[in-house]
C-alpha cells in the first residue's frame, strides 16, 4: 500500500489527472477541458513539476525494439536486506518498475533487458551471487494492453478523457524508425514535455520536423509518454499487483477488458504459472475488495488469482520516486 503524504488540493489533482492521461497537453487544453483559465493551470502546474511531484518521461515499446526483452521478476529476499536490493535494482537503467510487495519479502520489479546476454547475465550470475536474494520468478511480457495508458486516476470524466486523447491521431501508415528519431527518444525519456526546440536540437533537426516525428512515434506506439505522480497525493492509498490465471482462449479479451477499468493502471500478458499481470490502484482496501469481487469475478474466463499488495513504489516508468533511496 502506499505511503501516506499531504494530498493536492482537488484543483491540483485534477490538473495531475489531465497530465496522467496527456502527459504532453497543452496548458491551454488542459485548462479548457477542466473548465479553469489557462493560466490558473500554468500557476498550479509548473510548481509541481519543478519539486517533481509530477514527472514527465517515456517507455520504448519492446515491439519496435527487437533486442529489448521485457522481463518481470518476483524476488524473494531476506526482509532486513530488502529496501537494500530495491534501492540497487532502481539504480540499474534498464528497470521500468521496482516496487516492494507483500509482508516485506518480495519485489517485483520489471526490465527492459538488451538481449539474451543481459537476461542471462542478470538470472544466472548477479540474482544467483547475492546472498539476500532467496529466490526468484521470471515472467516475459508478451502483450502489454495499451488501453490503461490514459488512466487518469478516476479524477476526470469520461467527456474530459475522449477531449484530452485526440492530441497525438494515428498516423495513417506504420513508417520506419529513422535515424533521429534515438535522439528524440532520448530525450523524451529525460522529460517528456521537452519543448520542440529542444528535441530540435538535441536531434539536429528543425522544431516542425521534431514535432513531425514525435507525433509518428507516439501514434505508431514507438514509445508511451508517460506522467508519474504519487498516488497517495491523489488520495490513492491502496496499490496491488494482481497474477491472474486466465483459460488461453480468454486472455485477449480479460486483459483488454481489465485495460480499460478506471482503476487499473497496468495490464500486460505473461509467462508463468499466472499469464496476466495488473496493477490496480484504489481508493482504499473497501474500494480494492469490491473491484476484485464486482469486477474481477464478473470476468468468466479467470481461474486463479493471487493479489499482492504493494508496500512502496521505488521506481516507475524508468523513474526513481523521490526520497525513495
Not at 33 to 62: C, K
Not at 168 to 186: E, G, V, Y
Request: hydrophobic share 45%; net charge positive.
Amino acid at each position: 500500500m502506499a505511503k501516506a503524504s499531504h494530498s493536492l488540493s482537488e484543483t491540483d489533482s485534477r490538473i495531475a489527472a489531465a497530465m496522467l492521461a496527456s502527459p504532453r497537453a497543452s496548458w491551454r487544453t488542459v485548462g479548457r477541458v477542466l473548465g479553469i483559465s489557462e493560466r490558473t493551470v500554468v500557476r498550479r502546474a509548473a510548481p509541481l513539476f519543478h519539486d517533481r511531484t509530477l514527472r514527465a518521461t517515456a517507455v520504448r515499446n519492446p515491439v519496435w525494439f527487437p533486442d529489448l526483452i521485457p522481463l518481470a521478476l518476483r524476488i524473494r529476499c531476506r526482509p532486513n536486506q530488502i529496501s537494500a536490493i530495491a534501492a540497487t535494482l532502481a539504480r540499474r537503467p534498464d528497470t521500468v518498475w521496482v516496487d516492494i510487495l507483500g509482508g516485506g519479502d518480495e519485489i517485483c520489479t520489471i526490465l527492459f533487458l538488451d538481449g539474451p546476454e543481459a537476461r542471462n547475465s542478470l538470472l544466472l550470475r548477479d540474482l544467483p551471487a547475492t546472498p539476500a536474494i532467496q529466490s526468484w520468478t521470471s515472467h516475459i511480457l508478451l502483450r502489454v494492453f495499451p488501453a490503461a495508458f490514459d488512466w487518469s486516476g478516476g479524477l476526470l470524466t469520461e467527456a474530459e478523457l475522449t477531449s484530452l486523447r485526440p492530441e497525438f491521431p494515428a498516423p495513417a501508415a506504420r513508417s520506419a524508425l529513422q535515424h533521429i528519431d534515438q535522439a528524440l527518444i532520448t530525450t523524451l525519456i529525460e522529460d517528456g514535455r521537452a519543448s520542440y526546440t529542444d528535441l530540435a536540437r538535441r536531434a539536429d533537426i528543425t522544431p516542425l520536423t521534431a514535432r513531425r516525428r514525435l507525433e509518428a512515434l507516439v501514434g505508431d506506439q514507438v514509445v508511451r509518454l508517460a506522467t508519474e505522480v504519487d498516488l497517495a497525493r491523489l488520495g490513492i492509498r491502496t496499490e496491488a499487483l494482481l497474477w491472474i490465471t486466465v483459460a488461453p482462449g480468454g486472455l485477449e479479451e480479460t486483459g483488454r477488458r481489465l485495460s480499460r477499468h478506471p482503476q487499473v493502471r497496468f495490464a500486460s500478458a505473461t509467462t508463468g504459472s499466472a499469464n496476466l499481470l495488473v496493477a490496480v490502484a484504489a481508493a482504499d482496501l473497501n474500494a480494492l475488495y469490491h473491484f476484485l469481487n464486482d469486477t474481477i469475478g464478473a470476468l468468466p474466463h479467470i481461474t486463479t488469482l493471487e493479489v499482492t499488495p504493494i508496500l512502496s513504489g521505488v521506481k516507475r516508468t524508468g523513474l526513481v520516486r523521490p526520497g525513495s533511496l
